[in-house]
């Protein structure tokens, strides 16, 4: 049976995932969960995921969740080129102290720029403090900050001299607060090179191909009642 990826691109997980499937030439079915209408909710969809997120994998009766898991099983697998996840014990830790330490960092602060300076004001109608959204901003330029002194250095690449599943899924994490509007590269010329080498890896059709949709964002009509409900109640944490 043919690998399924349920996915939407207006989430950055789904797009590592995405990409990754894309650029090491894996086939697989797209099955789109339109997050906006509230797709990841509905009972078709729990039975492959019950935690009712994106990205989830359906390969035969096997499915899993979580996007890290999910492109690690996609590396074994498929047996994706080693500077992905590397074989070398100490190259496969730096690739892991990245993915575990973006989880509560920079995806929490891309996340948060994203709703609150735009799918809040403009998609929900809802407005932000304006201290809230100065603050989320402040964080989400600590995160930067740590990204290029911990992690990028003067390599090449977050962890050494070839792009890494760090790389990929830092891009798509930063990609979140660029569709809101954030001007996230551009007084970090490191991070703006880096961007481009990423970019480059990847390749810049597929790049593009990818983001398309997060970079449409500003394009959005306001969401219509019961889709502004639906989202206000799951994504009120966000405001906290």
């Known amino acids: 049976m043919v690998l399924e990826l349920y996915l939407d691109l207006l989430s950055q997980p789904c797009r590592a995932v995405y990409i990754f499937a894309k650029k090491n030439g894996i086939p697989f079915e797209l099955?789109?969960?339109?997050?906006?209408?509230?797709?990841?909710?509905?009972?078709?969809?729990?039975?492959?995921?019950?935690?009712?997120?994106?990205?989830?994998?359906?390969?035969?009766?096997?499915?899993?969740?979580?996007?890290?898991?999910?492109?690690?099983?996609?590396?074994?697998?498929?047996?994706?080129?080693?500077?992905?996840?590397?074989?070398?014990?100490?190259?496969?830790?730096?690739?892991?102290?990245?993915?575990?330490?973006?989880?509560?960092?920079?995806?929490s602060s891309c996340s948060r720029a994203m709703w609150q300076k735009m799918m809040f004001p403009v998609f929900l109608r809802e407005p932000v403090p304006p201290e809230t959204l100065a603050a989320t901003l402040a964080e989400l330029d600590r995160c930067l900050q740590l990204l290029e002194d911990k992690f990028l250095r003067d390599q090449a690449f977050l962890t050494g001299s070839r792009i890494s599943l760090a790389d990929l899924v830092a891009i798509t994490e930063l990609m979140h607060p660029v569709g809101a509007g954030c001007r996230v590269f551009e007084s970090r010329p490191k991070l703006a090179t880096w961007r481009q080498r990423v970019e480059a890896a990847v390749g810049e059709d597929l790049f593009r191909e990818a983001n398309a949709d997060i970079l449409k964002l500003k394009d959005l009509p306001p969401a219509d009642p019961v889709t502004r409900e639906k989202l206000r109640l799951s994504m009120k944490a966000l405001l906290q």
Not at 45 to 59: E, G, H, S, T
Not at 72 to 91: F, I, V
């Open 31 to 107: 099955r789109t969960v339109d997050l906006l209408k509230g797709q990841n909710h509905s009972d078709a969809f729990a039975q492959v995921n019950p935690l009712k997120k994106v990205p989830a994998l359906k390969d035969g009766d096997f499915t899993l969740a979580e996007s890290v898991a999910i492109l690690l099983y996609l590396s074994r697998k498929y047996k994706a080129p080693d500077h992905w996840y590397p074989q070398d014990l100490q190259a496969r830790a730096r690739v892991d102290e990245y993915l575990a330490w973006q989880h509560t960092t920079l995806r």
